[in-house]
C-alpha cells in the first residue's frame, strides 16, 4: 500500500514536498514515481526514480524545479517541488511497478496511493 502525503496551498514560487510511504510490502525493488491530474485533464507522468535511485526522470514541463528521491530504509519516495507555478496544481498520485519502463513511459504502474491535493495560486 502507498500513502502520499504533503500536498497543500501554496503561492508561486513557493515550495512543497510529497512524500509517499509504503507499507504492507516492501517496494524496495520497484521504480516508483509521481503522476498528477489536473482539473479536466488527463493523469500525466512527472518524474520516476529507479529501485536503486540511480536513475531519475521528469517531464520537461517540472525539469529543473522537482527533483525525486527515496530512501530504503523507510521505504519511502519524496517529490521536492520548488518554484511551483499555477499550472503545477492537481491531484499527485505516487505509483510503483517492478518495470522502470512503465513508470516512465505509461500511466499504468501496478501499484497506486491515493491523491494528495497540491494548490499553487497566482
Known amino acids: 500500500q502507498l500513502q502520499a502525503s504533503g500536498g497543500g496551498l501554496v503561492q508561486a514560487g513557493g515550495s512543497l514536498r510529497l512524500s509517499c510511504a509504503a507499507s504492507?510490502?516492501?517496494?524496495?525493488?520497484?521504480?516508483m514515481g509521481w503522476f498528477r491530474q489536473a482539473p479536466g485533464k488527463e493523469r500525466e507522468f512527472v518524474s520516476a526514480?529507479?529501485?536503486?535511485?540511480?536513475?531519475?526522470d521528469y517531464a520537461d514541463s517540472v525539469k529543473g524545479r522537482f527533483t525525486i528521491s527515496r530512501d530504503g530504509a523507510k521505504n519511502t519516495v519524496y517529490l521536492q517541488m520548488n518554484d511551483l507555478k499555477p499550472e503545477d496544481t492537481a491531484v499527485y498520485y505516487c505509483?510503483?511497478?517492478?518495470?522502470?519502463?512503465?513508470?516512465?513511459?505509461?500511466?499504468?504502474?501496478?501499484?497506486w496511493g491515493q491523491g494528495t491535493l497540491v494548490t499553487v495560486s497566482s
Open positions: 505509483a510503483a511497478d517492478r518495470r522502470y519502463i512503465v513508470v516512465v513511459t505509461t500511466t499504468q504502474p501496478a501499484h
Open positions: 504492507g510490502r516492501t517496494f524496495s525493488s520497484y521504480a
Open positions: 526514480v529507479t529501485s536503486s535511485g540511480g536513475t531519475t
